[in-house]
């Protein structure tokens, strides 16, 4: 599977929308990851945080075909004299069309399969998966299996004022989404 295919099906399987571009990136790797596919997709560390170069271009790549839409949307919190962009993407109906064929190939059940993994665990906050991408990725970089302590030692490095409860929801979204880190990151 090619690197637009790959996001066309992601967006296609989370119903042809996603709100923002870290949720887009961080959905991008738990399901690469859950997918098998991870390091095809070419995750580095951004800003403590996994990004892909590869999913950021394949974006642009769809945006540029008419195959996906990407509109400003208000973000619901802003600080006074701090104007936050935060952006949707939706695939246009070219788009649907485009993921329809993709939909025919074994690749597309993978990573549909691992969409609904990621929802099906209380559809995770952007916070919450923010946390839980950010430790997953440093310790897997590490060889490190992700236990509680390490997950809760990892986040509190990277924002000290995350409060309990997210915390317990990062670390019990990595815990039900059973994702093994003791493998090699290459």
């Known amino acids: 599977m090619n690197s637009t295919d790959f996001v066309l099906s992601l967006i296609d399987a989370f119903n042809g929308h996603v709100e923002g571009r870290s949720l887009l990136q961080r959905r991008a790797y738990f399901v690469s990851v859950l997918a098998g596919i991870d390091s095809e997709v070419g995750f580095v560390t951004h800003y403590n945080s996994p990004y892909s170069p590869i999913v950021d271009n394949a974006v642009t790549r769809l945006k540029s075909l008419g195959l996906l839409a990407q509109l400003d949307i208000k973000p619901p919190l802003t600080s006074p004299g701090f104007d936050m962009k935060?952006?949707?993407?939706?695939?246009?109906?070219?788009?649907?069309?485009?993921?329809?064929?993709?939909?025919?190939?074994?690749?597309?059940?993978?990573?549909?399969?691992?969409c609904r993994a990621v929802l099906r665990i209380t559809n995770p906050g952007p916070l919450t998966l923010a946390i839980a991408a950010k430790a997953h990725f440093t310790l897997k970089q590490r060889g490190r299996e992700t236990s509680?302590?390490?997950i809760?030692?990892?986040?509190?490095k990277y924002n000290s004022?995350?409060?309990?409860?997210?915390?317990?929801?990062?670390v019990r979204f990595l815990g039900e989404i059973e994702l093994d880190t003791r493998s090699n990151p290459t």
């Open 152 to 156: 809760v030692r990892e986040a509190q």
């Open 161 to 170: 004022t995350i409060n309990q409860p997210t915390l317990d929801a990062a």
């Open 148 to 150: 509680s302590s390490d």
């Open 86 to 114: 935060l952006y949707e993407y939706r695939l246009t109906n070219e788009g649907v069309k485009a993921a329809a064929a993709v939909k025919q190939s074994q690749d597309y059940g993978r990573i549909a399969s691992a």
